[in-house]
């Protein structure tokens, strides 16, 4: 049987397409497979678990929970919707992973994240982790704030992470050497798989490999993992 890994979905209404392509891939293929991991970023923005009704995320929740089911599924946090919380888990049937989790795959130590924790050259962005992502104290006082309010602050937050991506090069944004080999070493392993970047492929490192998933704003990246071995596919989405 085959364990599925995606990220960077970055689903919203706008784009019914990559819905579309979410809802096949989960009825078609997940629904046979041992495990699916969800590795971040699976909606464009998530403001609390009592706000799905904003996303119209309703119907992929209970997607999620009737292929749950059937098949073992993780879900990941990524910057985009790290206010996932517990009922998370009771909409969707999920278990919720911590960021930078080692799980077994198929006899391989292998370490998952979603990615942006490895980008250290972004200032910008880490600082926003400490703040604010990783930030149980500022993730519960805006979690507090009426609906409205958060609407407001997460669209004044989208806008300043647009402005800093047009100002910042590709190559701040991604993944920093010594980071990966500093992973490598802290967890112990030869292998890591995650997402963030949107570039997706397969790097050789002195300590191990890393499967980098990519987003599915063009093509549908999804990695396959069995006992003989990792792939990845990247279909056009239409």
Known sequence: MHTYFISDLHLKPEQPHVIKAFTEFMLGKVVHAEKLYILGDLFEFWIGDDA?????????LELM????????????????????REKFTELTG???LSDE?????????????????????????QEFRQT???NTEFCDQFLSLP??????????????????????????????????EKAFSEHNVSQMIHGHTH?????????????????WHRTNSVMSATHDGISISNEAII
């Open 147 to 180: 609906i409205p309010q958060r609407i407001e602050q997460a669209q004044q937050a989208r806008m300043q992470s647009h402005e800093h991506k047009s100002q910042v090069s590709m190559e701040i944004m991604d993944v920093s050497e010594r980071s990966v």
């Open 52 to 60: 799905a009704g904003l996303v119209k995320a309703e119907p992929l």
């Open 199 to 215: 570039r997706q492929n397969t790097h050789q490192h002195r300590n191990g490999v890393r499967y980098v998933l990519g987003d």
């Open 132 to 134: 604010m992502m990783t």
């Open 65 to 84: 929970k009737q292929v749950s089911t059937q098949t073992e599924c993780y879900f990941m946090a990524g910057n985009r919707d790290f206010l996932v």
């Open 94 to 96: 999920f278990t919720i």
């Open 101 to 125: 989790t080692v799980i077994d795959l198929y006899g391989t130590p292998t370490l998952l994240l979603h990615g942006d924790s490895l980008c250290t050259d972004d200032i910008k962005h």
